[in-house]
């Protein structure tokens, strides 16, 4: 018998870490309403777009297979932190505690914007890796910086053409909902932009300690096939 093991790198772990706050930090600060200027947004802009940057340094260094691995593991502790906010928030609350209100604002996320959510980010996340991994090839390696950026496009534009007609249609006006989509992909990616050389020194620095440059040659690009990294 041939016992096979499957190893990921401590660096990439750390990553995986990281990302998997992010998602579920970006849940939490969702729920605050915030404004830039003349435009109202959310309060998971501050965190959600380093996701994709991290998207984006794992599929540049391990490849779209690592990347995929990210993705579901991104999702089942996501699904898991949400799942259990619910159950928490179901449970009647002791006598003598008033805060229920706040919690539930917080916690109670309605079944349609959990499920809009989850499918924007599986749909979006992907887009973003396949762009980030079919670019790589194309160019050779050359120009992370608008691989990266356009990435970041395919995916935010993907994620919010996906949540918000799923999560806000009949609640808010339906001319309201493109330019609602349109400044979340601009600023999304402007982020992107503005940590851009941060992310170039932190890839090059992964590279170099992990010796890893993936090329996704030849590899399926099946999102289902989990552990086939």
Not at 93 to 117: D, K, T
């Amino acid at each position: 018998m041939t016992n096979k093991k499957q190893n990921v790198s401590v660096l990439f772990m750390l990553f995986s870490i990281l990302f998997c706050v992010c998602l579920i930090a970006a849940n939490v600060l969702e729920t605050k309403q915030i404004q830039v200027g003349p435009i109202s947004l959310t309060g998971g802009l501050i965190v959600f777009p380093i996701s994709y940057i991290i998207n984006d340094c794992v599929c540049e260094v391990w490849g779209y297979r690592k990347a995929r691995l990210l993705i579901w593991t991104g999702f089942a502790m996501n699904f898991f932190f949400v799942l259990l906010g619910a159950l928490c928030d179901w449970i009647p609350g002791a006598p003598y505690w008033h805060n229920e209100a706040g919690f539930h604002a917080v916690f109670g996320l309605a079944p349609r914007i959990a499920v809009a959510s989850f499918i924007a980010f599986i749909c979006g996340s992907f887009a973003n890796a396949y762009v980030m991994s079919k670019m790589k090839i194309a160019s050779k390696g050359k120009n992370f910086s608008l691989r990266a950026i356009l990435s970041t496009v395919a995916g935010e534009s993907v994620d919010s053409m996906i949540f918000f007609p799923l999560a806000l249609s009949g609640v808010i006006p339906t001319e309201a909902l493109p330019p609602l989509m349109f400044w979340q992909v601009i600023l999304k990616t402007g982020y992107e932009v503005v940590a851009l050389p941060i992310t170039i020194r932190v890839v090059k620095a992964m590279k170099a300690y992990e010796g890893e440059d993936a090329y996704d040659e030849g590899i399926s690009y099946n999102v289902l096939k989990i552990f086939n990294f």
